[in-house]
């Protein structure tokens, strides 16, 4: 459906601007090839994400694995000073017994060797345990350690990010972190006319000194996400539905970005919502001018994470 919706736009498009059937299918190309590496991209950051979820569930399994092992060695370590204790009294028996060489004293080295078995046996599943417990509480401190870097990075790009876009506060934008993620949410107002494509001078600043930061920051990946109110486009638009101005106005701002920072392509995501991840569902006019919005989601990268989990 969607092919032959972009061939009717652009076979519009070519009655009026005359474009060579050349043209045309390189476009369509283009657009197909744009299509399949955005589906790609979109499910590349759902398995981080869905990673990422394992990690925290791993971790919190660890540790009360990690729990359970401090009390089996406590009791490990209970037992093998009470044989020990048993052993050293056995020893005391033996040397006192040793003199007669009596079935008494025979009866004493056996249990005497015995117990010595016995404690063997003890101690190294102590020391077993004890050396998967130190196995375990490195692992676990490992990932404790990347997740709060991660949050850690999360919170000063958080910050640095609400630094350079201080002065567009009161302008429609706004700075959160969710789920690990840092979303820099701009209002309709802030970037584009009412069913325009075209950010207006005022974004453009906003995105000039967001272009900044993220040239700075080269290891955040970025995902631009357009969307809509659920008003139909009108009749004679130049685009076909919500679903096409969200995407238009998502690649609008990577274009914005890239031309104002010195940013690898291969870090932007490109999506449009459409109408259908609104923040506010009633159909008041303050709900759809909150929906009308564009979300630049910044999400750290997850590289060393995916090298503890290949190595275990």
């Known amino acids: 459906m969607k092919k032959i919706l972009f061939a009717l736009t652009m076979i519009a498009m070519g009655m009026v601007s005359c474009v060579p059937a050349g043209r045309f299918n390189d476009l369509e190309s283009r657009y197909e090839s744009l299509e399949a590496q955005n589906a790609t991209n979109e499910e590349r950051l759902d398995e981080c994400l869905d990673d990422n979820e394992r990690m925290r569930d791993e971790l919190a399994l660890l540790r009360r694995s990690n729990d359970r092992l401090e009390q089996d060695t406590t009791y490990l370590g209970e037992n093998f000073r009470r044989l020990r204790r048993q052993h050293e009294q056995f020893v005391e028996q033996t040397e006192t017994l040793m003199e007669g060489q009596t079935a008494e004293t025979r009866q004493v080295m056996a249990r005497l060797q015995e117990t010595q078995r016995d404690l063997q046996r003890r101690e190294d599943e102590l020391n077993e345990a004890m050396s998967e417990m130190a196995e375990k509480e490195q692992r676990v401190n490992e990932l404790e350690d990347i997740l709060q870097r991660q949050d850690s990075i999360v919170e000063e790009l958080r910050h640095t990010v609400s630094n350079a876009l201080l002065g567009f506060r009161d302008e429609g934008l706004s700075v959160e972190i969710r789920n690990g993620k840092v979303y820099v949410s701009l209002e309709e107002n802030l970037l584009f006319a009412t069913g325009s494509t075209q950010v207006d001078r005022q974004g453009e600043q906003a995105l000039r000194e967001l272009a900044s930061v993220l040239e700075q920051n080269p290891e955040i990946n970025i995902m631009i996400e357009g969307h809509t109110d659920d008003v139909p ?47 506010d569902p009633d159909d008041s006019p303050e709900a759809r001018r909150k929906n009308r919005r564009t979300e630049i989601i910044l999400t750290p990268q997850l590289d060393e994470l995916f090298r503890i989990i290949e190595q275990h």
């Open 233 to 279: 486009v009108r009749s004679g638009a130049s685009f076909q539905d919500n679903w096409d101005l969200s995407v238009l106005r998502a690649t609008a701002i990577v274009r914005i970005l890239q031309r104002h920072g010195d940013i690898d392509p291969q870090r932007f995501l490109a999506a449009g919502r459409g109408e259908y991840h609104p923040v």
